[in-house]
Nanobody, 121 residues
Framework: QVQLVESGGGLVQAGGSLTLSCAAS????????MAWYRQAPGKQRELVAT???????NYAESVKGRFTISRDNGKNTVYLQMNSLKSEDTAAYYC???????????????WGQGTQVTVSS
C-alpha cells in the first residue's frame, strides 16, 4: 500500500501565504517526479508545478514567481510554498508522485486525497 497525504490547506486572505505538504508512505522503492495539481469548481484539474528527484522544477505560468515547489527525498515529501495568493488560486490542491514500489517495477502515478485552499478577496 502507498499513501500520499496532503496537509496545510486552509482559508487565507488575498496577498497571504500558505505552505502545502505531501508525504508519501508505504512500500516505496523510489520516487521520481513529484507534482502539485489543482482543480477549481467546474474546471479541469491543472498542473501547478513539478519537481524531479534531482530538484529540477517547472511551473504553470499563472504561478511563476509566486509559488515554489521543493522536496525532501529522505522524507518522501513534497512542499508547495504559495505567496501573494489570489482569489483565482482557490482550488483543491492534489499532490502526485511517480513512484516504483520495487527496484524492478514500473513507475506508476499515485495521488493524494486533496487539500482545499480558499483565498478570500
Amino acid at each position: 500500500q502507498v499513501q500520499l497525504v496532503e496537509s496545510g490547506g486552509g482559508l487565507v486572505q488575498a496577498g497571504g501565504s500558505l505552505t502545502l505538504s505531501c508525504a508519501a508512505s508505504g512500500s516505496i522503492f523510489r520516487i521520481n517526479v513529484m507534482a502539485w495539481y489543482r482543480q477549481a469548481p467546474g474546471k479541469q484539474r491543472e498542473l501547478v508545478a513539478t519537481i524531479t528527484r534531482g530538484g529540477n522544477t517547472n511551473y504553470a505560468e499563472s504561478v511563476k514567481g509566486r509559488f515554489t515547489i521543493s522536496r525532501d527525498n529522505g522524507k518522501n515529501t513534497v512542499y508547495l510554498q504559495m505567496n501573494s495568493l489570489k482569489s483565482e488560486d482557490t482550488a483543491a490542491y492534489y499532490c502526485n508522485a511517480a513512484l516504483a514500489r520495487v527496484p524492478w517495477g514500473n513507475y506508476d502515478d499515485y495521488w493524494g486525497q486533496g487539500t482545499q485552499v480558499t483565498v478570500s478577496s
